[in-house]
């Protein structure tokens, strides 16, 4: 993106033209679906991502709280990266299927 995409309010906030068009609640859905994605990146989800999680939960925006519960259960389940996928498809076959289903798990190898 250029410099003028960026011109006005939207600069300092890091917003496009084209998104801060977009309504607040599609854009904090944006920004919370990218939170969730960014604790299945960490190598550990710790407590404080846990008790954010517990309210991401609770989200109006069905598709955020279907994410922040599959990342919850994940947290619950394996909160240190390593080997989290291979534990969840070994041991905990329904949410590894959960998190394929539901993207996460390409949020999972960056």
């Given at each position: 993106?250029?410099?003028?995409?960026?011109?006005?309010?939207?600069?300092?906030n890091?917003?496009c033209?084209?998104?801060?068009?977009?309504?607040?609640?599609e854009?904090?859905?944006?920004?919370?679906?990218?939170?969730?994605?960014?604790?299945?990146?960490?190598?550990?989800?710790?407590?404080?991502?846990?008790?954010?999680?517990?309210?991401l939960?609770?989200?109006?925006?069905?598709?955020?709280?279907?994410?922040?519960?599959?990342?919850?259960?994940?947290?619950?389940?394996?909160?240190?990266?390593?080997?989290?996928?291979?534990?969840?498809?070994?041991?905990?076959?329904?949410?590894?299927?959960?998190?394929?289903?539901?993207?996460?798990?390409y949020?999972?190898?960056?």
């Amino acid at each position: 993106m250029t410099n003028e995409q960026f011109c006005g309010k939207g600069h300092k906030n890091h917003i496009c033209k084209e998104c801060s068009k977009k309504p607040k609640e599609e854009r904090c859905a944006i920004d919370q679906e990218n939170e969730i994605s960014g604790f299945m990146r960490q190598s550990t989800i710790s407590r404080k991502n846990i008790a954010r999680l517990h309210k991401l939960k609770l989200s109006a925006n069905q598709r955020v709280a279907e994410l922040a519960a599959i990342t919850l259960a994940v947290a619950l389940v394996k909160p240190h990266k390593k080997r989290r996928l291979k534990v969840l498809a070994k041991e905990h076959r329904e949410l590894f299927i959960k998190v394929s289903e539901s993207g996460l798990i390409y949020a999972h190898h960056y």
